[in-house]
């Protein structure tokens, strides 16, 4: 990795924002390579130089994996001209170049995304062969039936004649129009197509998991935090 300024690397860790790092420099509480420094906008090497924070060796990750809950009308992409995009809304303190959302959610649909500059990682949870379960709740416009569920649980074949794998699918709604939906794969407009496919139109679609870990209730529309190593781990899970 290049050399990058300090308050900037210790910043993108999460534990600490900027001008918590000003401080701490301030009060001789960072130290680079033994020394004791006050300027946080020197350059290091975050893996080759020694950094300690308030008598602490300095954990840096090499990868970043951010959880956002993605608000309507923002785009999943890295950069898409006019557009807002999922990588937007990655504060300054948390951004580095390379983001990219691990997995697309549609404009339109809410919830979940994980952002990472960690191509393996993205790869291994989203390639056909390990493609980890991801839960979403859809609001239909018309109530969903039992031929329908059996439909959803067998394998639907999309209007395009792809054969999808079977999903599992529970009403969470006395009125029938509320369903939980776990899928392993992640075709375009899965989902909306699934649906259409039983005579049936998706109004609202939120994703709440990706493997074993869900979307934090904590984050309003549009906020995102850093994933640790445990949650992480999570996503591989299911
Ligand atoms: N299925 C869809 O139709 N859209 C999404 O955004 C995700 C899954």
Do not use: W
Request: charged fraction near 30%; hydrophobic fraction near 35%.
């Amino acid at each position: 990795m290049s050399q990058q300024r300090l308050d900037k690397i210790i910043a993108s860790q999460g534990k600490y924002s900027r001008s918590d790092v000003k401080k701490l420099a301030r009060n001789g509480d960072i130290t680079v390579n033994g020394k004791s420094v006050s300027d946080c906008g020197m350059k290091v090497d975050p893996e080759k130089d020694s950094i300690t924070v308030c008598g602490e060796s300095f954990g840096y990750s090499r990868f970043i994996y951010i959880m956002l809950n993605k608000p309507e009308g923002v785009v999943s992409a890295s950069r898409s001209p006019g557009e807002k995009t999922v990588v937007d809304l990655v504060p300054e303190e948390l951004y580095r170049d390379g983001l990219f959302p691990a997995g697309r959610l549609d404009k339109d649909t809410t919830g979940f995304v994980l952002i990472t500059d960690d191509g393996a990682f993205a790869h291994d949870i989203l390639s056909p062969k390990k493609h980890i379960e991801k839960t979403y709740i859809a609001q239909l416009d018309r109530p969903i039936g039992e031929a329908e569920l059996d439909e959803f649980r067998s394998g639907i074949t999309l209007g395009d004649g792809y054969e999808c794998l079977p999903a599992s699918i529970s009403v969470l709604s006395d009125d029938g129009l509320i369903v939980e939906i776990k899928l392993r794969e992640g075709k375009y407009h899965q989902i909306k197509r699934m649906a259409a496919a039983c005579g049936s139109h998706v109004n609202k679609l939120h994703r709440v998991s990706m493997g074993g870990l869900e979307l934090d209730g904590s984050l309003n529309p549009g906020e995102c935090r850093l994933l640790d190593d445990t949650e992480l781990a999570k996503i591989k899970e299911v």
